[in-house]
C-alpha cells in the first residue's frame, strides 16, 4: 500500500468536496473506440518500496489505492463509482450488477440483479452462487482477516449468547443455514437481508469484499495469492519482493463494462525500489511509463519536484480525504489510562512532525476530529485536545509532567512501564526514512517530558497485516482513515468497535467502551440523517475526550507519473489516480 509520510493510510472516501481545490480536469475513463486504438499498448509500471501488496483476496482488501488498483485491473465488483473527476466521480454505476441496487422493507432489505454472460479467467459463466460464495467467505475470520466487517455487522445473522456470530464461513460451515436466510439467490437476483435498516448500504457494493469468489477456485488463505479474475488483466505472476505482473485476460468482455479502459497489454508493480531510487526516477523521469504507487516522495524531494516547471506537469497536489493519526492500545499492559494517554498527545512536537513530512503545503494540519472535515453533515469542531489552552502546537513538555504526575496516582503501573527505560512506550511504525526521522523527533520530544519510548519498525507491506494483529500490536500505531462514503459510519464503528475492522485501539475492555458501543448501534440504527449527524458529533467528542485517538492531521495527497503516462487525473472516491484512464503514450 502507499504510506503518506509519517501515516499509513487505509481506505476510500465520498464526501462532499465542494470546499476542495482538485488540481485537474475532468477527464472520462471511457473512450470512443478510435480514441482507444490511440492509447492501447505498452507496459506500465507501478514502482513501490513496499515488498508487497497488503492484501489481494477480495475479501481481505481494505486499503483505499488497493482497492482502486485491484478494481480497476483484475476485481468487478457489484457497483463501481463513476471514472471522472470531480463531483461526478461519486455517483454510483452498475459493474457486475444491472443497477446501483434495489432498496426494501425501509432499507432492511437489499438486492442486485447479475449481468448475465460474464465469464471467469477460466471461461465459465458467473453464477448468483459465485456472488453469494464470496459473501460467505467474510464470515470466515479465523482465515478472512484485515477486511471490512460491514457484512458482519449488518446482515441478519444471529448471535450466541456470548456475542459470537451463528455462522463461521464456508470453510467450517457452521450455522449455515443463518446465512443461507440472509442472502438468498433467485436466478440471477441475490438478495441481502440486513439485521438494521441502512439506507446506503449500497455504496458497499463498491467494495471487492461484495465480489463473487468461485467455490471450486477458492483455496482459503492461499487465495491471497493469486485471486481469479473478472476484470481485464489476470495475475501471471506474484513475486513477494519482485513483482506483481497482469497481463490480459482472455475471457473478459469489454462489452460487458462500461468503467474499465484496459489500455496497457501488461501491468506490472514493482516491488522493494528503495525510496532514493525511487525519487530519482520520478525526478529525472527515467522511467517514463512509471507510476509511484507509493503516492509519495521524500519531503526534500518531493519540494524540488514540485518547484520545477518540468516535472511539476506530472504531478498532482491536492486536499486529500485521509486523516492521519496516532492510535494508542488502551487494553490492559499498555496505555490503559487517561492521564498517561494525554501526557503523551501534549508532549508531542506536532509542528516538527508535519514539517519534516512536507508542511502543510504537502503534508496536511493538525486536526481535532477521527471525522473529516470533508464529511461535512458529520464533521464539528471538538473541544479540549488542539482547542486545550494547554496545547502548544511544539509541544507542552511541562503540562504533560503534570499529566505524569496524575498517572502515577491514578494507574501506577502504567506510570511505571511509560517512564522506565528498559520498558517505556513501544511505538509501531512502517521502516521508511522520513519515519526513521520522525522517531528521532518523537523521542526528543517525549523525553523532554519524561516519557521513554523505543521503536519497531515494520516493512511497509506487511505494516497492517501486523498492527491489525492484536497479538502483536504495540502501545501505539501510526494510521490512516478516510470514510468508505459521506458518513461518519463508516468512520466512528470501523476505527472504534471491537469488530469495526480497524480498531487499533483494542478498547472494548476498556470500562467506557460498553456505553460507547451502545450509543455507536444507536446512532447507526438512526434513520433521521440530520438526528444521526448530532449523533456521530457527540461520539467524535467521545473519542478525543478518551485520547484513543491523538494528532490527528487532515492530510494532502500527491501523485507522481512518467513523461509516457497518459489520462493522469486524481480519483476523489478513491483518494489516488484515475487507474482506469491511464495508457501508456506510444
Given at each position: ?8 493510510r ?29 492509447k ?65 422493507d425501509?432499507g ?8 448475465s ?49 451463528m ?18 439467490c ?22 471487492p ?9 477458492d ?102 480525504p485521509?486523516?492521519?493519526y ?12 487517561l492521564?498517561a ?12 512532525l ?18 473529516s ?62 519515519n ?39 502501545d ?5 482513515w ?55 458529533k ?49
Open positions: 500500500m502507499a504510506f503518506k509520510n509519517l501515516f499509513s487505509q481506505k476510500r472516501v465520498v464526501a462532499s468536496v465542494a470546499i476542495m481545490a482538485l488540481a485537474t480536469s475532468g477527464l472520462i475513463a471511457i473512450s470512443s473506440s478510435a480514441d482507444a486504438a490511440s492501447t499498448g505498452g507496459t506500465l509500471y507501478f514502482i513501490t518500496q513496499s515488498k508487497q501488496l497488503n492484501r489481494l483476496d477480495p475479501a481481505r482488501i481494505y486499503t483505499g489505492q488497493d482497492i482502486a488498483f485491484m478494481n480497476t485491473y483484475v476485481y468487478r465488483s457489484l457497483l463501481s463509482y463513476t471514472p471522472t473527476t470531480g463531483d461526478a466521480g461519486f455517483n454510483l454505476v452498475p459493474d457486475l450488477a444491472t443497477d446501483i441496487g434495489k432498496a426494501t425501509g432492511k432489505t437489499w438486492s442486485w440483479t447479475l449481468k454472460g460474464i465469464k471467469w479467467q477460466d471461461g465459465s459463466v458467473v453464477t448468483c452462487a459465485d456472488e453469494k460464495y464470496g459473501l460467505s467467505r467474510v464470515f470466515a475470520t479465523d482465515v478472512i482477516t484485515d477486511g471490512p466487517s460491514y457484512l458482519l455487522q449488518d446482515l441478519n445473522i444471529p448471535s450466541d449468547a456470548k456475542g459470537n456470530l455462522y463461521q464461513g464456508p470453510y467450517k460451515k457452521t450455522g449455515q443455514e443463518y446465512f443461507d436466510k440472509a442472502v438468498t433467485s436466478g440471477m437476483t441475490i438478495t441481502l437481508h440486513l439485521n438494521k435498516a441502512v439506507g446506503d448500504f449500497n455504496y458497499f457494493g463498491t467494495y469484499a461484495m465480489s463473487p469468489v468461485k467455490q471450486s477456485a483455496n482459503g488463505a492461499k487465495y491471497d495469492s493469486a485471486p481469479w479474475a473478472l476484470g481485464p488483466y489476470k495475475v501471471a505472476d506474484y513475486k513477494i519482493g519482485t513483482e506483481l505482473k497482469l497481463v490480459r485476460n482472455p475471457q473478459y468482455q469489454q462489452s460487458t463494462d462500461t468503467i474499465r479502459t484496459a489500455y496497457p497489454d501488461q501491468i506490472i508493480m514493482r516491488f522493494g525500489i528503495s525510496e532514493d531510487i525511487r525519487d530519482q526516477i520520478f525526478l529525472k523521469d527515467s522511467q517514463t511509463n512509471a507510476v509511484d504507487y507509493d503516492q509519495n516522495l521524500q519531503p526534500a524531494n518531493k519540494v524540488a519536484f514540485f518547484a520545477n516547471k518540468a516535472t511539476a506537469s506530472r504531478g498532482i497536489n491536492v486536499v486529500g485521509y486523516t492521519g496516532y492510535a494508542l492500545n488502551v487494553s490492559a499492559g499498555h496505555l490503559d489510562c492521564a494517554r494525554k501526557a503523551l498527545f501534549f508532549a508531542l512536537n506536532d509542528d516538527a508535519i514539517k519534516l513530512a512536507g508542511g502543510t503545503q504537502f503534508y496536511g494540519t493538525i486536526g481535532d476530529n477521527p471525522i472535515p470533508l464529511v461535512s453533515t458529520d464533521y464539528a469542531p471538538t473541544t479540549g485536545n488542539i482547542h486545550d489552552a494547554n496545547f502548544k502546537l511544539t509541544g507542552n513538555p511541562s503540562y504533560a509532567k503534570t499529566l505524569l504526575a496524575q498517572a502515577k496516582t491514578q494507574c501506577p503501573a502504567t506510570y511505571s512501564k511509560i517512564t522506565t527505560a528498559n520498558k517505556g512506550v513501544v511505538w509501531d511504525i512502517s521502516n521508511t526514512t522520513t526513521q526521522k520522525a522517531a528521532t523527533l518523537i523521542k526528543t520530544a517525549l523525553n523532554a517530558a519524561g516519557i521513554q519510548v523505543t521503536f519497531k519498525f515494520i516493512e511497509s507491506g506487511v505494516y497492517y497485516p501486523t498492527v491489525q494483529d492484536a497479538t502483536k500490536e504495540d501505539v500505531a501510526s494510521g490512516g478516510a470514510a468508505d462514503w459521506a458518513n461518519a459510519s463508516t468512520v466512528i464503528p470501523p476505527l472504534f468497535l471491537q469488530h469495526g475492522g480497524f480498531d487499533l485501539n483494542l478498547n472494548w475492555n476498556d470500562p467506557t467502551y460498553k456505553p460507547f458501543a451502545a450509543q455507536v448501534a444507536a446512532a447507526q440504527g438512526e434513520t433521521s440523517r440530520t438526528k444521526q449527524a448530532g449523533e456521530w457527540v461520539l467524535a467528542q467521545f473519542v478525543m475526550d478518551q485520547y484513543w485517538t491523538i494528532a490527528p492531521v487532515f492530510q494532502k495527497e500527491q501523485n507522481f507519473w512518467g513523461s509516457k503516462v497518459g489520462g493522469a487525473a486524481f480519483w476523489m472516491p478513491q483518494g489516488c489516480l484515475l487507474f482506469p484512464s491511464l495508457y501508456v503514450i506510444q
